[in-house]
């Protein structure tokens, strides 16, 4: 684990970036998990009733939790659990919201948006805010740019990171693991400001 943490610390390192991904990782998350119960395949488990509308899932979010929360256990039960409890109610939150997903709003007379297109639109943007945030504060590209599988550990980076700040959770790790960050970032800005003038 803290190899992982080393590898997401020397990317997400700025102040501001890491509060965007703060909101709106778990709205990236969230809006996908509905997408996905609108869009994708549907299978009915008559056990799952109790927890969601018929007992119907999307198959494709459903076991893609699976996996990465399985792979979140492996890394550090505590974090796995607590992202388990936000990410979970997501999950089950996304197949009642996509039951209405052609409800209609109106902005005024001449606008009118459907939830699935609110929806849509809101996780582009997220996903520009999370851009943003590594290009204007951060300087330097998304972590998932070098492996996409760093993209599926971003809501337990998120977990992790806020029962760090709000617990002192690994504490003491993360102060050695912070002055390995510090050296590697050092270390790319000589790489990446030589490159500038060679």
């Known amino acids: 684990m803290n190899m992982m943490l080393n590898i997401q610390g020397r990317f997400h390192n700025n102040k501001v ?18 997408l996905g ?15 969601v509308p018929e007992g119907n899932i999307c198959v494709e979010t459903w076991l893609l939790f699976v996996i990465v929360m399985i792979s979140y256990f492996f890394a550090d039960w505590r974090t796995a659990s607590v992202t388990l409890l936000w990410s979970g109610a997501q999950l089950i939150a996304s197949q009642y919201i996509a039951l209405h997903q052609n409800l209609v709003f109106r902005w005024n007379d001449n606008a009118a948006f459907k939830l699935g ?34 993209a599926g550990l971003a809501p337990f980076f998120v977990t992790f990171e806020f029962l760090n700040e709000a617990f002192g959770y690994k504490e003491d790790e993360m102060k050695a693991i912070r002055k390995k960050i510090a050296d590697d970032i050092d270390e790319y800005r000589r790489h990446k400001n030589g490159k500038k003038y060679s």
């Not at 509060?19 to 996908?32: C, E, G, K, R, S």
């Not at 009915?44 to 109790?50: D, G, I």
């Not at 849509?120 to 945030?133: D, K, N, P, V």
């Open 17 to 34: 970036n890491r509060a965007i991904h703060f909101v709106f990782i778990p709205i990236i998350q969230f809006t996908l998990f509905i």
């Open 37 to 51: 119960a609108m869009y994708w395949h549907q299978t009915k488990f008559e056990f799952l009733q109790v927890a």
């Open 117 to 150: 297109d609110i929806v849509l639109y809101l996780h582009i943007l997220a996903w520009l805010a999370q851009f943003y945030g590594h290009g204007v504060h951060e300087g330097r590209a998304p972590a998932l740019t070098t492996n996409l599988l760093f």
